[in-house]
């Protein structure tokens, strides 16, 4: 069965370092999203893109992270300079329409 | 704002029933999930529901609908020691694609 992929499983950076966590959603699957996980919080909605655009984002999706789709295959969410509290589990979900999302195994982000 | 709801722990035997329950505060919810995480692994789609339904039967899993009283709840028959895991409540909120998660139940079965 097709599965959301995310690479690294585990990243670990210096604060004001870039970080690039990258997805690769499953094949057919129009419809991309990233989401966080800060450690002992709710899931939490970042991005969402289509159509090789952003539709929406929520207000954590501020000038220091951008999305990008650059080529068929791949969804990237970069984190320009990272704090500390960028530190949490980021989720990449994809899906053929908004009404199903697939989530990947999560990159775990760890800013130092 | 949107706020979803679930209790935080939930303990049962193997081979009785579970029972999750959330509640949530957007009544323009369309669409409403259950996802499964296990240990070191992502959120796994279980199932979900339209809004306009009260009742979906998928094999073990029963999710009921109260629209009213805004209470989502599932149903897992006959709880197995894989069964084990959390489980999160989603809505999708005041736009399409944007999922809002409650903070997870989690679930453990004892022998």
Redesign the interface.
Known sequence: EPE?T?TPSHQVTQMGQEVILRCVPISNHL?F?W?RQILG?????LV?FYNNEI??K?EIFDDQFSVERPDGSNFTLKIRSTKLEDSAMY?C?S?TS?????????TRLTVL | GEDVEQSLFLSVREGDSSVINCTYTDSSSTYLYWYKQEPGAGLQLLTYIFSNMDMKQDQRLTVLLNKKDKHLSLRIADTQTGDSAIYFCAETGDSWGKLQFGAGTQVVVTP
Do not use: I, L, M
């Not at chain 1, 919080?41 to 909605?45: G, N």
């Open positions: 959301v995310q419809y999203y989401y919080q709710k899931v939490e909605f969402s539709s929406e929520s989720f979900a899906g908004t009404d199903t999302q697939y989530f990947g195994p999560g």
